[in-house]
């Protein structure tokens, strides 16, 4: 997600690489969505770069939303900011006047946790601070992280945990989550990470980086349903590209990543049957990929921001129109 505010610690992640591949779509004009808001770096740069463009930016978190709309007051003209998530593109796009296909230049998508989502400790993303176990982007709707520990099955939990965080101790993590809530109901990460510390054996806290980590992501994907939405979202993104309209996604986590390279690749691959010899006319790929695997961010810019290590960026360009 965007990781920007107005202090030098926070620079918007891959800025000019997004801005190399996005630009020559921009530069007569057009609508740009940022899917992922945050705090409005991304979209700054490109308000301010590109003058004929117009901005439609979406977030889940109203706060968000609120600081980003400071932020981008000098473009107020030339901005629509929608409260919604990724998956809401094309409802966002009615709600600017526009058609939910074939009318957008560009689209930036910036998966993850934002670094003002991380930065408030209330918020319970991080596992280094004690704080109330919420984790949801949109603070006004839906369960907590809390209402998953407390609530859910021995089962459901060791599928969150296996599933999201890739943990390989879920099942002895659940158990031991089960156990604790009978005494006492989760309130607070620090209660977690006490858990985790008494469920993961200690060779294997002392490699692979903090305990917590896998199982703090998983809870986070899991009251947001990140990848349900990114799996609804990325077809209506690529659905309201028009021709020579690009797309730039980052993920933080490989199954983010894993979405859109599977994404990706079924809608640049041809639809001619695999035995004729020739293309049938109106068949071949509707994209194009622009990126050679997952690009990541350089040494310098994560010495610059150690929050952009860990990002995958992919991107690809409508050359055909759907059938």
Do not use: C, W
């Amino acid at each position: 997600m965007d990781h920007a505010d107005h202090t030098p610690r926070h620079v918007p992640v891959l800025l000019h690489r997004a801005d190399e591949i996005l630009g020559p779509a921009l530069e007569s004009g057009g609508v740009l969505i940022d899917a992922t808001l945050g705090l409005g770096g991304h979209s700054e740069h490109f308000l301010r770069t590109y003058p004929e463009i117009r901005l439609i930016g979406l977030d889940r978190d109203t706060n968000a939303l609120r600081l980003a709309g400071e932020r981008l007051e000098p473009y107020a003209d030339r901005i629509t900011l929608v409260h919604t998530t990724y998956d809401g593109i094309a409802d966002a796009l009615t709600e600017a006047g526009l058609a939910a296909t074939d009318s957008v230049r560009a689209i930036l998508m910036d998966l993850g946790v934002s670094s003002m989502q991380l930065d408030e400790a209330d918020r319970g993303f991080a596992y280094s601070v004690d704080a109330p176990l919420d984790m949801r982007m949109d603070p006004t709707t839906g369960p907590t992280a809390a209402d998953v520990l407390n609530t859910y099955s021995h089962g459901e939990l060791a599928r969150v945990l296996k599933t999201y965080g890739e943990e390989r101790f879920a099942g002895r993590i659940a158990s031991e989550i089960v156990k604790r809530r009978a005494r006492q109901p989760f309130t607070t990460s620090a209660q977690l990470v006490e858990v985790l510390y008494a469920a993961i054996p200690a060779a294997t806290r002392r490699t692979g980086g903090h305990p917590a980590k896998r199982t703090f992501q998983a809870l986070r994907i899991e009251v947001n349903r990140e990848l349900e939405s990114l799996e609804a979202a990325l077809p209506a993104a690529l659905d309201a590209l028009e021709i020579g309209g690009r797309i730039v996604v980052m993920s933080y986590q490989s199954l983010e990543d894993k979405v859109v390279k599977h994404v990706f690749a079924a809608r640049s691959a041809s639809r001619t049957p695999m035995d004729l010899p020739v293309e049938l006319p109106g068949m071949g790929p509707e994209f194009r990929v622009l990126t050679r695997g997952a690009e990541k961010a350089s040494a310098a810019e994560i010495e610059d921001n150690p929050r952009a290590a860990p990002v995958r960026m992919r991107a690809a360009e409508r050359i055909q129109a759907t059938p």
